[in-house]
């Protein structure tokens, strides 16, 4: 099992694996990669297993359909990250998951950002998106007329520079205000400066909003925007 006979781990389909009483039975954890379907791993006196999750440099759970919190990783987690974290939409904040009521974004932001924080030169989050479930009771349709902004319910994270926050926005570039996690930079630099820019130009539509406006709120911009 370790790695002479590779297709004894290659069980796509497998959701629960228990490995008991087997001391003398050596693989690595890396092997995992052979479950996609994985949702519950259970060892039990396995002294021969080899690998620690705390460890990895690179760990990319996206096809798996392992569940948690992401507000449940504490900054002692995962320490050694050097490349990037993928986890599923079926962990709560994982990439791409679906937010069943926009109150609930900001904690799970705020835990995104304690794994970032702390390795905020590298790019672990890169290219993160969540979204309001269309099954959410704070989602509502567009608006009729097709020259109107869509709706802002998707959110990613910014970095101005070093300083980084997160927003809504929708999927043609229209923002919301900036969430900023950082405190204001005390010193401004040029490149700051055209970072922070770049970022506020996509701000008009929404401008004062730091959250998808509601049903009432977004048809009255629009109401109003029609008549400009």
């Known amino acids: 099992m370790n790695g002479r006979y590779p297709t004894l781990f290659n069980f796509p389909l497998l959701e629960k694996l228990r490995i008991s009483l087997c001391c003398n039975f050596k693989w690595e954890l890396e092997m995992l990669s052979g479950f996609p ?15 620690n999750i705390g460890s990895l440099k690179l760990l990319d759970l996206q096809r798996t359909a392992v569940t948690g919190d992401i507000r449940e990783i504490t900054e002692n987690d995962f320490l050694h990250l050097e490349e990037y974290i993928v986890l599923p939409m079926t962990v709560i904040g994982g990439w791409g998951y679906q937010f069943q009521r926009i109150s ?11 794994c970032m924080r702390r390795n905020r030169d ?11 479930s269309l099954e959410s ?3 509502y349709d567009g608006y009729h007329d097709l020259n109107c902004p869509d709706h802002p319910f998707t959110v990613d994270f910014v970095r101005a520079r070093s300083r980084l926050g997160w927003r809504w926005r929708n999927e043609e570039g229209d923002s ?11 010193r ?23 959250h998808p406006p509601t049903a009432e709120e977004y048809n009255r911009l629009c109401d109003e925007n029609s008549e400009d």
């Open 104 to 114: 609930e974004v900001p904690s799970v932001m705020n835990a995104v950002y304690l």
């Open 137 to 139: 009771p704070d989602w």
């Open 176 to 186: 919301c205000e900036i969430n900023w996690l950082d405190p204001e930079l005390d």
């Open 122 to 132: 590298r790019e672990l989050f890169s290219d993160w998106r969540w979204y309001l």
């Open 188 to 210: 401004i630099f040029d490149a700051d400066t055209r970072s922070l820019q770049r970022i506020q130009e996509e701000i008009g539509f929404y401008k004062g909003h730091y």
């Open 37 to 51: 379907s994985l949702r519950e791993l259970d060892v039990e006196c396995n002294r021969s297993l080899r690998g």
